[in-house]
């Protein structure tokens, strides 16, 4: 009797577990469809997350990405080339510098804080919006007349075309223009880009966004204000943008799922803030 017992729990139990990875399997979401993704490197670690979070949910849909640039996301789509154009504006209305990309609809996805950084041999921790200005433009070229030890100041920018540069020329600049060359101007495409010169080069200044700064540079405050989530939410911290999917036409099908899916509480209060962004409905 007690073999028998033992015989049929071995059954029933099989039974579960087989019913259980039918059950698992049931889950998966027979959703199809490619997306290709092109444009900001500043969204490029939200995108790459979500990518990889919605792939395990929908194992038939085939995702893409690249960062070559804001600019380069709407011209993609617009061109037919990528599905969602990632921007750090809303590239469907005229911003400074650009023109609006008619029949492309902007799907916010996220909150950005952009920040000044530094090479940690840098003897600032903060600097004024007036001075910022001053070392961008060109007009002071030594550390030592901001405070800082007496070197020459390396300024690194983002090459035209990139939405970190938009939101940190309008917002932390006041729409000052940036110097444009000299021994001690850089130039760089992407955040991945500006990311390695700033930890690599001494005594350079530059701007990313904050998924990208790490323990190699300091990320400075602003008129003595840090770039945190708290300070943008209290309304103190002005140097922060939306970023946004744009796409030709509302989104359909997988594209439509995808952004959803960036857009749900579920990620923007898990992966999202976690990856240092703020959730959209942390604005208002």
Known sequence: MKKWMKSLTAIMVAVSLVGGASSAAAAKSNLKGNIVINGSSALLPLTLQ???????????????ASAAGSITGPQSVRKGI???GAVDWDASKDVPGFNKFDGLVANPVAVTVFAAVVNPNV????????QLQDIFSGKVTNWKEVGGSDAKIVVVNRKFGSGTRVNFQQKALGGKEFMNKGD?????????????????TPNAIGYIDLPYVTSKMKA??????????????NGNYKVWGIGYYMTKGQPTGATKAFIE?????KFQNGSLKKLKFIPLSAVK
Request: glycine share 6%.
């Open 82 to 84: 990528a599905d969602i």
């Open 220 to 233: 400075l405050s602003i008129n003595g204000v840090a770039p945190t989530e708290k300070n943008v939410l």
């Open 50 to 64: 979500a990518a990889s979070e919605f792939k395990k949910e929908n194992p038939k849909v085939r995702i893409s």
């Open 123 to 130: 003897g600032v921790n903060s600097l004024t919006t007036e």
């Open 261 to 265: 899916y960036i857009q749900s509480s």
């Open 184 to 200: 001690n101007y850089k130039e760089v495409g992407s955040s991945g880009d500006m990311k390695t010169t700033i930890e690599t």
